[in-house]
């Protein structure tokens, strides 16, 4: 495996980086429906994994665990408070959405949503 950098893509976004591939993480703010509230909603901040690529070629070697695995070892430690969720959205180059729902689930994430795209929410 190959060292992993991590730099501040913005002033919210967090990027792993291998010579592999990348996994960026970011703050934001998520809506909830809430019908008790005034609004009808509530907000919720998490913490997103909002980009997870790895190059083909080096896929199904283990590099995309690394670096979700250190993306989650960051957030346990940065911001143990927050939920950290996964949207599973399957790419042009390979990957299903089986397949995608299978590698989050097997790194301690449980689906929460499936309508209209498969959300995962870390449990571990």
């Given at each position: 495996?190959?060292?992993?950098?991590?730099t501040?893509h913005?002033?919210?976004?967090?990027?792993?980086?291998?010579?592999?591939?990348h996994?960026?993480?970011?703050?934001e703010?998520?809506?909830i429906?809430?019908?008790?509230?005034l609004?009808?909603y509530?907000?919720?901040?998490?913490?997103l994994?909002?980009?997870?690529?790895v190059r083909?070629?080096?896929?199904r070697?283990?590099?995309?665990r690394?670096?979700?695995?250190?993306?989650i070892?960051?957030v346990?430690r940065?911001?143990?408070h927050?939920p950290?969720?996964?949207a599973?959205?399957?790419?042009?180059?390979?990957?299903?959405?089986?397949?995608?729902?299978d590698?989050?689930?097997?790194?301690g994430?449980?689906t929460?949503?499936t309508?209209?795209?498969v959300?995962?929410?870390?449990?571990?």
């Amino acid at each position: 495996m190959s060292k992993i950098t991590v730099t501040g893509h913005t002033g919210r976004d967090i990027v792993f980086e291998s010579e592999y591939g990348h996994c960026m993480i970011s703050q934001e703010v998520e809506i909830i429906d809430a019908p008790s509230t005034l609004y009808g909603y509530e907000e919720q901040d998490i913490v997103l994994v909002s980009d997870l690529h790895v190059r083909p070629e080096y896929r199904r070697k283990g590099h995309g665990r690394v670096l979700l695995r250190a993306a989650i070892a960051y957030v346990k430690r940065k911001f143990p408070h927050l939920p950290l969720k996964i949207a599973a959205v399957p790419d042009f180059d390979g990957m299903s959405l089986e397949d995608l729902v299978d590698f989050y689930a097997s790194e301690g994430f449980e689906t929460v949503e499936t309508d209209p795209v498969v959300c995962m929410e870390y449990r571990r």
